[in-house]
């Protein structure tokens, strides 16, 4: 069965780094997300992307981060200047259409980052 | 604000047992809700509901929206240590393609 892979599983940096997390989505869907979700608390939504732009972000998503398809399989996650509390896991998903219609999420094993 | 809630928090069983799991939600424009397993990586798809009283199956697991209660449970019969991890609930509402989670339920299944 198809699935969403990331990479790396566990990055660990220092604050004020930059960071990139790797994502290749399962390869006939249209809709990229990543979530997040801090040690004990919910999975939360961080952004959409669709047709090559963000469809949606979360207050979340503010200017330390951004998002790219760089090539017709990878997708990324970049926080420009780590800070203690991006400290979680990261999930990538993907989906064949959007929300709109209903369509579940497949997610990927997710990328625990550390800040210290 | 559109919310999730789970219950209970954590759950411990014997093999055998059968649980239920709870989830509400106060969601503006429902438009589905989803279960998924999550076992220390990754939430696994389970179901999506979209209809009231339509049960949906799957070997030990089965699942039923009530949209009018604003609730959904998720059964597990005849429960195995395998099915220990983290049950999550996830909603969608209105014009978005965000999800809504819930906090989870932790089960912990004991031989």
């Known amino acids: 069965e198809p699935e969403v892979t990331q990479t790396p599983s566990h990055q660990v940096t220092q604050m004020g780094q930059e960071v990139i997390l790797r994502c290749v989505p399962i390869s006939n869907h249209l809709y990229f997300y990543w979530y997040r979700q801090i040690l004990g608390q919910k999975v939360e939504f961080l952004v959409s992307?669709?047709?090559?732009?963000?469809?949606?972000k979360s207050e979340i998503f503010d200017d330390q981060f951004s998002v790219e398809r760089p090539d017709g399989s990878n997708f990324t996650l970049k926080i420009r200047s780590t800070k203690l509390e991006d400290s979680a896991m990261y999930f990538c998903?993907?989906?064949?259409?959007?929300?709109?219609?209903?369509?579940?999420?497949?997610f990927g094993n997710g990328t625990r980052l550390t800040v210290t | 604000e559109d919310k999730v809630v789970q219950s209970p928090l954590s759950l411990v069983v014997h093999e055998g047992d059968t649980v239920t799991l709870n989830c509400s939600y106060e969601?503006?424009?429902?438009?589905?809700l989803l279960w998924y397993k999550q076992e220390k990586k990754a939430p696994t798809f389970l179901f999506m509901l979209t209809s009231s009283g339509i049960e949906k199956k799957s070997g030990r697991l089965s699942s039923i929206l009530d949209k009018k209660e604003l609730f959904s449970i998720l059964n597990i019969t005849a429960t195995q240590t395998g099915d220990s991890a983290v049950y999550l609930c996830a909603v969608y509402g209105g014009a978005t393609n965000k999800l809504i989670f819930g906090t989870g339920t932790l089960l912990a299944v004991q031989p």
């Open positions: 969601v503006t424009n429902f438009r589905s």
């Open positions: 992307f669709y047709n090559n732009e963000i469809s949606e």
């Open positions: 998903a993907s989906s064949l259409r959007g929300g709109s219609y209903n369509s579940p999420l497949h």
